[in-house]
């Protein structure tokens, strides 16, 4: 199925009924005979710019914004705190790179904080995270792409 007929449906399905979830969605497409995955689902909605807005009945359910509202939720998006940067500021003390692995110290009590945030956050060149009392592992497909990632998360403590 191609990526565009794929996101037309998605948009149809949100647009003719309500859709809350992702699963609900996932079967919606999968009753009109499109088979995916929930990553794609969820990177299909990402790229749609689908928000969750309440509707007539106060249900929260995807929905496209026209034009307008997307400029202006791209602007409002641009205005947040980057929940990674913020996280590391306030928590970590030292980011250590060993080959394809990242080792961040934390302030005592902190290590699974960060390893959420940065878990929710699904950033660049992470694949998988462990985290301690004081301490957090991220890992890396690679020493290069831990490379990178040790370089933009220790951008952050300055």
């Not at 705190?81 to 394809?100: A, G, H, L």
Request: no cysteine; charged share 30%.
């Amino acid at each position: 199925m191609k990526k565009n007929v794929r996101q037309k449906k998605i948009i149809d399905l949100i647009s003719e009924d309500s859709i809350s979830t992702q699963l609900d969605l996932l079967k919606a497409l999968s009753d009109s005979g499109i088979r995916t995955t929930q990553a794609t689902l969820s990177r299909d909605i990402k790229e749609l710019n689908l928000v969750k807005q309440a509707d007539t009945t106060g249900e929260l359910v995807y929905r496209v914004l026209d034009p307008e509202e997307q400029l202006e939720f791209t602007n409002s998006q641009s205005n947040r705190p980057n929940p990674v940067r913020e996280i590391i500021k306030e928590s970590v003390m030292k980011i250590t790179q060993v080959q394809f692995i990242n080792i961040v110290k934390t302030q005592p009590n902190d290590g699974n904080r960060v390893a959420a945030v940065v878990d929710d956050t699904e950033m660049e060149g992470v694949r998988g995270t462990i985290a301690g009392f004081d301490t957090l592992v991220i890992f890396s497909a690679d020493q290069e792409e831990a490379t990178k990632l040790n370089e933009k998360l220790n951008s952050f403590l300055n």
